[in-house]
């Protein structure tokens, strides 16, 4: 027996950050919406991000700090809905939260506070979660969107594709949004892993015998597709390669073939080296770069630079040389960790088709796409999340007034 279709405003196609709080400003301004995921509970990547603390946004969340195509195209959902604004709900809520560095916060106890908040700023506004309804056929006929969710038959004039991407497939991620992008006529940019670590080759042996060791760093891509870019944060030596933040941050910016360059001693003014030759001549270059980095990586690079000795016999040539290479060694990776460690995917439904005042696709009225499902990337640390609340809130509303 055929099911009896069911009518509704809106259906936003993923429960997770960016599809609930589309949902709830939608609900919350007089929308029938129902949200479809097939996971078994909302917001699974809400709950294990920021180590279970939820990084729920970043203080400087402005849209030069998102990576896209169009590099304006953030700005203006952004600009309506702030990190100011999603902060006074989260305090409306009785939540606590810290800030840690770079603007970072989180909430002081646990993730499931903000995915507790979320669904009941659904509650509130009427919306039904539907979870564990596997995604079937999606049509567009007579001014309505046609969805089949598990067993139900769903209708409505607003569709939202709220799926994310395909980063951490172990927790259902999948590529489903540009599919549906597809179906309806919209472009996608090529979806690439992001904020992930990268693997090094087998000549880069002598790192990865470093594995576990981390330091501060500035990390920078001089000549990368996306142009440059540098970060200040810690890196991580790991058994297959480089991780820790500035090195997830800079692999947004990066792509097979693009030398990375990392200085290890960013702190350090100019010809330190040979002040420290001066200060003290008969130490040997290890003991001297030891004060500065942890001693296996000080030992690992002293014998990398070749410079044997105590440095009162290094020429000032010889170590402002050295000096040049530790400001800037050189790293060639040959890949990423993928998908599977992946924090975000950058690419994804081109930016062209929409929207950026409201999310919807500009040749297909009632369609929108927003979050991790649209070619937007934040830098690592809270942004992402301001992107789902910004882009969820830009949609909801512009549902809402098409009532």
Request: aromatic residues 8%; proline residues 5%.
């Amino acid at each position: 027996m055929k099911p009896t279709s069911e009518n509704h405003d809106a259906i936003v196609l993923g429960a997770g950050a960016a599809g609930l709080f589309c949902a709830a400003q939608a609900g919350q301004r007089g929308a029938r919406v129902i949200v479809v995921d097939h996971a078994p509970e909302p917001g699974r990547k809400i709950l294990i991000s920021g180590g279970g603390r939820c990084n729920f946004t970043n203080i400087h969340a402005t849209h030069e700090r998102y990576l896209s195509a169009n590099k304006h195209f953030a700005r203006s959902a952004l600009s309506r809905y702030t990190p100011a604004d999603f902060l006074e709900l989260v305090e409306r809520y009785g939540i606590a939260w810290h800030e840690k560095t770079l603007g970072q916060l989180f909430c002081d106890g646990s993730a499931r506070e903000i995915l507790a908040m979320l669904v009941e700023e659904c509650r509130i506004g009427g919306v039904e979660i539907a979870c564990g309804l596997s995604l079937g056929e999606v049509s567009h006929a007579d001014g309505l969107f046609h969805v089949r969710a598990g067993h139900r038959m769903l209708s409505a004039r607003n569709l939202v594709i709220a799926t994310g991407g395909p980063s951490i497939p172990k927790m259902g991620a999948s590529g489903i949004a540009y599919d549906l992008a597809r179906q309806f006529g919209l472009k996608v940019v090529q979806p690439r892993p992001a904020l992930v670590p990268l693997t090094l080759p087998g000549d880069e042996a002598l790192f990865r015998e470093l594995s576990g060791v981390a330091t501060p760093v500035e990390a920078r891509v001089d000549d990368g597709p996306w142009g440059k870019a540098a970060f200040r944060e810690a890196a991580l030596f790991t058994h297959r390669g480089l991780s820790g933040p500035a090195i997830l941050q800079i692999s947004s910016y990066w792509q097979r073939g693009v030398a990375l360059g990392i200085n290890f001693l960013p702190d350090l003014a100019a010809g330190w080296m040979v002040e420290a030759k001066k200060a003290n001549p008969k130490a040997a270059l290890r003991r001297v770069l030891g004060a500065h980095l942890p001693d296996r990586l000080a030992v690992a690079l002293a014998q990398n630079l070749g410079l044997e000795g105590e440095m009162g016999n290094q020429s000032d040539k010889a170590l402002r040389a050295a000096e040049a290479r530790l400001a800037h060694w050189p790293f060639n990776p040959d890949g990423s960790e993928g998908y599977a460690k992946a924090e975000v995917t950058a690419g994804g439904i081109a930016t062209t088709g929409l929207s950026q005042k409201t999310m919807e696709a500009n040749t297909v009225p009632g369609l929108y796409a927003i979050g991790e499902a649209v070619d937007v990337t934040g830098w690592l640390g809270g942004y992402n999340f301001q992107w789902a609340w910004a882009s969820g809130h830009a949609a909801g509303v512009a549902i809402a007034q098409t009532g």
